[in-house]
């Protein structure tokens, strides 16, 4: 059955009227309170809205448009960097690069603001393929963080292990832990000892020493012999 659509000027349509068209209530407009506001280096900012409808609906991947200012009309989409479903919180990172962002880094605490989302096609990842790797940098930090912390969440479909690779020219708008790199072997001995019991026995199946880029044997504990010596080696640090 075709529904007729609406001409309001020769050739143009308005689509569908409103009252025929089929809703898949996936996107809601929502009168947000803004429930905390963290500055950071580089005119970068964090904020907390209470949207509850977008917090529930939203997957990572998606954003959603909010008002910045009462006189300022058009909506800003910025992505979703953190939800909270149950507390109905949705948390956006952002930098001031106009007026409009502007505009919304002075809005004080139990500010009402304006949200239309989630909007978007989140990202799917395969079950089958749990060690992710995630690249984002600048706009692309927060969906990166928001798609790692879920899949923390979801070991139960998967025993995910997601790396996240994020690049950014100004200072990362996050709090670091205390780091767990320390200069000499007997320091790193002692935090596994610290972390796992002095006699072993809770110690991982499989710990090594890697001392260098060969014949080390700490790969599925395999020592190979053949050609050595790379132009460059790259080392990745992970701390966990």
Not at 110 to 130: D, E, M, Q, Y
Not at 152 to 174: D, H, N, T, Y
Not at 178 to 193: N, T
């Amino acid at each position: 059955m075709s529904v007729p659509c609406t001409i309001d000027a020769p050739g143009r349509s308005r689509g569908t009227p409103p009252d025929q068209r089929a809703h898949r209530d996936s996107i809601f407009v929502e009168d947000g309170k803004l429930l905390a506001r963290q500055e950071y280096p580089g005119k970068q900012f964090v904020i907390r809205v209470h949207a509850p409808k977008c917090a529930a609906a939203a997957t990572p991947g998606s954003f959603a448009h909010l008002t910045c200012d009462p006189e300022r009309p058009m909506r800003r989409p910025l992505s979703l960097m953190r939800v909270d479903p149950r507390a109905g919180w949705i948390e956006i990172l952002y930098k001031i690069v106009g007026p409009g962002l502007e505009a919304l880094s002075q809005q004080p605490v139990g500010a009402t603001i304006s949200v239309l989302g989630p909007i978007g096609k989140g990202f799917v990842v395969n079950p089958s393929r749990p060690r992710t790797l995630l690249i984002g940098g600048g706009v692309g930090i927060p969906p990166m963080v928001f798609l790692a912390e879920s899949l923390k969440q979801r070991q139960a479909e998967a025993r995910w292990q997601p790396l996240v690779l994020m690049g950014s020219e100004i200072e990362f708008p996050f709090r670091a832990r205390p780091s767990q790199i320390v200069p000499h072997l007997a320091d790193a001995l002692r935090i596994l000892r610290t972390r796992h019991g002095a006699d072993g026995a809770g110690w991982p199946s499989m710990t090594a020493v890697v001392t260098g880029p060969s014949r080390t044997g700490d790969i599925e504990r395999i020592l190979v012999l053949g050609a050595h010596g790379p132009k460059r080696l790259t080392v990745l640090l992970l701390e966990g």
